[in-house]
């Protein structure tokens, strides 16, 4: 049994992510309807080759033959283009071992060679196009051997073909095989083809469902974290704020739920009709920043012609950027600013606050927000500010986006 190669392992685990939202395009009645049709072609090109040899048996050669010699031969050249495609190499020695036995015994003279000669060559296209190597080249060798062998005794005769056309007759075999075997290998390439872009879109997908778990829990974790030590510390000492820690803690748990809820909910095959996160939704994060110690000034101006996937990333730009200015920075104070103008969306996360540990390792976050931004052909910076704290500024352009 054939082992399947890592590519087609890969395939198969992950069909339900590179054809989620897909309709096949070649549905089974197509299938079936394209068997039919090549059945159909098989069967008119075994009578038309039929028709052919006959013919050429029949003419008067040296001698007579009779007439079953000249039925049985017609048919030994025929009948196999009827299973040239499940077996091409079995197929291909018949058909040629009959055309240098026709040829080089009489049956077929040499000016009647063009009906041999046709069926050799559509069962060596044929051999190059299914038969795969080693077996292919060596049975196209042999046969057009063979063949050879047959024009060669043919043209002993004082009416043979000449040496013109013994090599007519191995540039036709070679033409033909040659031909057969680069539609195979385009074929395959066009299969590879297929292959490499179908991984290469689970591989993104897989990257995109990643940053999204990574920026939600993230996100969300960061906020519990801080709100749990906070209530932690003030228990004792004051433990009316208690209550406002645990309230912050129970929010942010729950739309972290129905967010990771969502993300999990693109895997499945049903539609899912929940709305994506909006520019408006950016209060939210701010909101629950400011819950955290981090006092937010945010201003949005614009943005509303923008599509879905720029507004989602910019959406989790400013998310991810907020959770590093709680947990490295925090208390301070942050401003988020985002504006859309000329077809591109900017935005800026600058913050006052003395980062914990300095922000020179380059970790998931911002290698995330980084990817995001490369997706839509943007710009993005993230480093110290002179005037102390910490700037991130991404660029979304979406110009003539649909």
Known sequence: MRRRSGTEASLSSDRSLSTRGL?????????????????????ALAAAAWLICLYAAAEDGSHHEPPWLTFSTATLLSV???VRRPWPVAATLVVGVSAG???????????????????????????????????????????????????VAADISADGPGLAGTVFAA????????????????????????????????????LRIAREMHDIIGHSLSLIAVKAAIANHVAQQ?????????????????QALEELRRSVGELRTAPDFT??????????????AASAGVAVSLEVRGGDDAPDGVVLAAYRIVQESLTNVVKHAAPAKCRVDVAASDGQLRIEVADDGTRRPAPARD????????????????????????????????????????
Not at 23 to 43: C, E
Not at 275 to 288: E, G, H, I, S
Not at 372 to 401: D, W
Request: proline content about 7%; aromatic content about 6%; some cysteine.
């Open 23 to 43: 309709t096949r395009s070649a549905p089974a009645v197509d299938n079936v309807g394209g068997v039919i049709l090549r059945r159909l072609m098989d069967v």
């Open 80 to 82: 196999p283009l009827l």
């Open 101 to 151: 036995g026709a040829l080089a015994t009489g049956i077929v003279p040499d000016f009647a060679s063009a009906g041999p000669l046709f069926a050799v060559a559509v069962m060596l296209f044929t051999l190059g196009l299914y038969a795969a190597a080693p077996w292919s080249i060596r049975v196209a060798a042999a046969t057009t051997i063979v063949l050879l062998i047959g024009t």
């Open 171 to 206: 540039l036709i075999c070679a033409t033909s095989w040659a031909l057969g075997w680069t539609l195979r290998e385009r074929r395959r390439q066009a299969r590879l083809a297929v292959v490499r872009a179908t991984e290469r879109a689970v591989s993104e997908e897989r």
């Open 238 to 254: 004051r433990p009316q704020e208690v209550p406002a820690a645990l309230a912050v803690i129970e929010a942010t748990s729950k």
């Open 275 to 288: 709305a994506p996160p909006a520019l408006r939704d950016l209060t939210q994060l701010a909101d629950q």
């Open 363 to 402: 970790g998931m976050g911002l290698a995330g927000m980084r990817e995001r931004v490369a997706a839509y052909g943007g710009s993005f910076k993230a480093g110290p500010r002179s005037a102390g704290g910490f700037a991130v500024v991404a660029t979304l352009p979406y110009g003539g986006t649909p």
